[in-house]
């Protein structure tokens, strides 16, 4: 049975540990910087596709896509696929799993994605955080560079909004110290380094002005210590490091004049170790790592001496950890990271032996955990994140397998946080092809591993055709091209190009390829090859262009090839020609444009052309045109793209356009956008994608859009996205935070239904439906109810409107309260 309840009781606060940042004691949780970001868009009332946020992401660039019977191909430069977590993840202390259990070891709601960027984060003191970086929008909820995310994990209205990345932040009772490179935050011009108001968000009049990045901040007592690329800080002539006056932001007489940039700063009684690139402190030589007195900054005889730039520093005990650039310590070989003795300024016998740079160490007393670019690290394979034994030194099975760099960690004996530029924890290996599960999004067996990147998908039944610059295949040499079966097994048709190929489409028996070859099929072929479906050996069609194939289109009887050459087939054709699919004979369909033709789509008499061109057929058309099929004339249709266009996809009467562009038709549009195939009148739909847009591909009421992105509509997606275009969300006028909240279903998966948990700031009129993944009605739960301000329980019992059971599958519950609209997804298993 389905039913929505009203929860009057709302979980009390428990009592949380304090946080202090200043000897003497030394805090029983660890903080160390960290990183994360992305979008939301606000204004009049709009129309926004509903991004998938279970659907798995990529480390790096995907370049084509492909959705066949149930799974969808995708293919690019990645390494690794996983789920995307966003950039600001707790993890199990036991499993390394991303975790619902807070500070505390307190189930809590679904932690929110952070799309961009974490280098810093500290403790609320009452279970929650406050998060500094590189981003815009934390939980699908606009936030520039700093976000207060309460202890149930739902995001705070609070938002200084920096107008740059924050690199560092420290607590001061009420105020919040913030560091990193913005020249406004809460309000008001503060280059460099500011307070602001923990209720209000609204800078303090406290101002050092720092004419530089500050990097490092620590607190203790009365005074804030700040480190950085900065030579004037608080009035007074500072060269990369400060004492401020913790009530005036003046700077106090302690000045120990380092040589070049600190990046670390940790305080331990009255000593404070300070780290960076410098090679000189105090007038005397202290290489990247020194101890200094609290009361004059003289530096100490204490001197590890190391070769190379030091990122970070945790004090435990009687040792203080060091990780960075270096390769060593104290005269003695230590890789990127190492435990000193805090007497000697010696390296103790603890080894790790990064391979790539150290970002940050913290340390609980029990364990090390270790954060940064290494993919190894103890002699074993850890990426970007591990964690070692605190008495023996050794490595522990604690395996999250972050896909990028962490940046910062916290931790606390159930959960540690990590933040970074990674987008996804517990990915799987798949080098540039995978298959994702058509319904839940999840990377599926398929791997079969190229040796370099993929550029170019097509499929038909059992077989998957890939193109790019890779020379072998799931250890089978393959030469730029490759036929490959659902289970993920190479096949022997084996055509082989010399060169790169870059597109291909399917035509009856023929696949047809365009690329920067000179040779396919065994013939010679000039960036355009018809290749035999059975024999993969090159037809007689021989057009031949004289440069950069970029995209096909098939229609009819004529293939439309789209690029960077001047000639096809020995007649002029700039950029863009028209081929007979018969004879390979170029037609005399002229269009010309004068640039880069990127991608093509057909829709009966009309050709769609996207690319880098001004003018096309003699008419200017920025970057996206319509061109008659029969006789290349320019039509009248005209939305005009602010930059380049790199994909088309027709949906009916709507053409989706891909790119890198910041407009489209006159309107702000972030690299994607919907267009009427017909007026050219473009749409209200604006996922926003960060960064470019390879390519696109329609599958029933799903659009797919791979590229180089790391968000989209606010959600960490990286490299792929699928948006469901049946359903769309309304963003209220200047909304930052309405207090509206849906919780993630649980159980999920399930095989007797699920339950959400909706939070309402305000008695609101709410509907309620469950939808299957075709976006068909399934159940409808409650119609236009006015509900009161607090916490409803909704549940779905797993039955359609018939009270029958509903097949295995994936389905939506659909929220609808005022004039906002959300979704969670649902996996029904039988």
């Known amino acids: 049975m389905s039913y929505v309840r009203y929860c009057p009781t709302f979980v009390p606060r428990t009592p949380h540990r304090a946080f202090r940042t200043g000897p003497p004691a030394r805090p029983s949780v660890v903080l160390a910087a960290l990183v994360f970001g992305a979008v939301v868009t606000c204004g009049r009332p709009a129309l926004a596709q509903t991004v998938d946020p279970e659907m798995y992401v990529a480390d790096a660039p995907v370049q084509a ?73 934390v939980g699908g909820v606009a936030r520039a560079n700093i976000a207060h995310i309460r202890a149930d994990n739902s995001v705070d209205t609070w938002g200084p909004n920096p107008n740059n990345s924050v690199n560092c932040l420290a607590m001061n009772g009420s105020s919040l110290v913030v560091g990193g490179v913005f020249s406004t935050i809460g309000g008001q011009p503060r280059s460099g380094i500011a307070a602001v108001d923990r209720t209000t968000g609204l800078a303090t009049a406290w101002n050092p002005n720092a004419n530089g990045r500050v990097g490092a901040i620590a607190l203790n007592g009365s005074t804030v210590y700040a480190g950085g690329l900065f030579t004037a800080i608080g009035g007074q002539t500072r060269r990369f490091l400060a004492a401020l006056d913790a009530g005036t932001g003046s700077a106090t007489a302690w000045d120990p004049n380092p040589g070049s940039e600190v990046n670390a700063i940790a305080i331990d009684g009255p000593t404070i170790y300070v780290a960076g690139s410098f090679t000189t402190v105090g007038g005397q030589a202290r290489h990247r790592i020194a101890a200094l007195d609290v009361a004059t900054g003289s530096p100490t005889a204490w001197d590890p001496n190391a070769n190379n730039s030091v990122n970070t520093l945790a004090v435990r005990g009687t040792q203080i950890y060091a990780g960075g650039l270096f390769t060593m310590i104290g005269g003695s070989l230590r890789n990127r990271v190492a435990a000193i003795d805090l007497a000697t300024g010696g390296p103790l016998a603890w080894n790790p032996d990064a391979s790539s740079g150290v970002s940050v160490v913290a340390t609980d007393g029990i364990k090390v955990y270790v954060g940064g670019a290494f993919t190894t690290i103890g002699g ?39 933040g970074g530029s990674f987008t996804s924890v517990g990915a799987q290996a798949r080098n540039g092809l995978a298959a994702l599960h058509a319904g839940t999004g999840e990377v599926l067996a398929w791997n079969p591993n190229a040796t370099s990147a993929v550029n170019a998908l097509a499929g038909s039944g059992a077989t998957i055709y890939a193109g790019g610059a890779f020379t072998s295949v799931g250890g089978a040499i393959r030469n730029y091209i490759a036929a490959l079966d659902t289970s993920g097994a190479v096949l022997p048709w084996n055509p082989g190009a010399d060169l790169t190929v870059n597109t291909m489409v399917l035509d009856g028996s023929t696949l047809y390829v365009g690329g920067l070859f000179t040779n396919a099929g065994g013939q010679p072929r000039s960036k355009l090859a018809a290749l035999d479906l059975v024999t993969g050996g090159a037809t007689a069609w021989d057009p031949g262009a004289n440069g950069t194939v970029v995209t096909l289109a098939a229609s009819g009887s004529v293939l439309y090839v789209g690029g960077s050459f001047t000639a096809v ?3 002029t054709r700039n950029s863009i020609a028209a081929v007979e699919i018969a004879t390979g004979n170029v037609t005399a369909w002229t269009a010309n444009a004068n640039s880069s033709v990127n991608a093509l789509a057909v829709n009966g008499a009309t050709v769609y052309a996207g690319g880098n061109f001004t003018t096309v057929g003699g008419q200017a058309r920025s970057r996206i045109a319509a061109l008659d099929a029969e006789t290349g004339a320019v039509k009248t249709w005209n939305p005009g793209a602010g930059s380049t266009v790199n994909a088309l996809v027709l949906d009916g009467n709507v053409l989706f356009a891909g790119g890198a562009f910041a ?40 659009l797919y859009a791979v590229g180089s992105f790391t968000a989209m509509s606010g959600l960490p997606q990286q490299g792929i996205a699928r948006i469901n275009n049946n359903q769309t969300v309304a963003v209220l006028p200047g909304a930052r935070d309405s207090g509206l909240r849906l919780s993630a279903p649980s159980p999920n998966p399930t095989s007797r239904g699920a339950t959400v948990l909706l939070d309402l700031p305000r008695p609101t009129a709410v509907t309620a439906m469950v939808r299957d993944i075709q976006g068909r009605a399934v159940q409808r739960l409650t119609t236009g109810t006015v509900f009161p301000a607090g916490r409803h329980s909704i549940h779905w019992d797993g039955r359609g409107s018939n009270g029958a059971e509903t097949p295995a599958g994936v389905y939506f519950l659909q929220v609808d309260a005022g004039r906002q609209t959300m979704q969670r997804r649902i996996v029904i298993v039988r």
């Open 65 to 137: 896509v492909l959705p066949l019977g149930n799974a969808v191909y995708i293919a690019g430069s990645f390494t690794q696929v996983g789920p995307a977590t966003g950039c600001w993840v707790p993890l199990d202390a036991t499993t390394g799993l991303p975790t619902a259990v807070n500070w505390d070891g307190l189930p809590v709601g679904p932690y929110p994605r952070v799309a961009g960027v974490v280098n810093a984060a500290v403790p609320d003191g009452l279970g929650g955080w406050y998060i500094g970086g590189s981003f815009t929008s």
């Open 380 to 418: 074993q394979t850890r990426n970007h994140l591990a964690a070692f034994d605190a008495t023996s030194g050794a490595l522990t099975a604690w395996n999250p397998n972050v896909n990028s760099t962490v940046a910062a960690l916290a931790v606390s004996p159930t959960t540690i946080y990590a």
């Open 569 to 571: 087939g020995g007649q």
């Open 663 to 702: 407009s489209m038709g006159g309107q702000p549009r972030a690299n994607l956008a919907a267009i009427d195939a017909t007026t050219g009148t473009v749409s209200e739909w604006h996922p926003s994608a960060n960064a470019s847009v390879a390519a696109l591909a329609a599958s029933g009421p799903l």
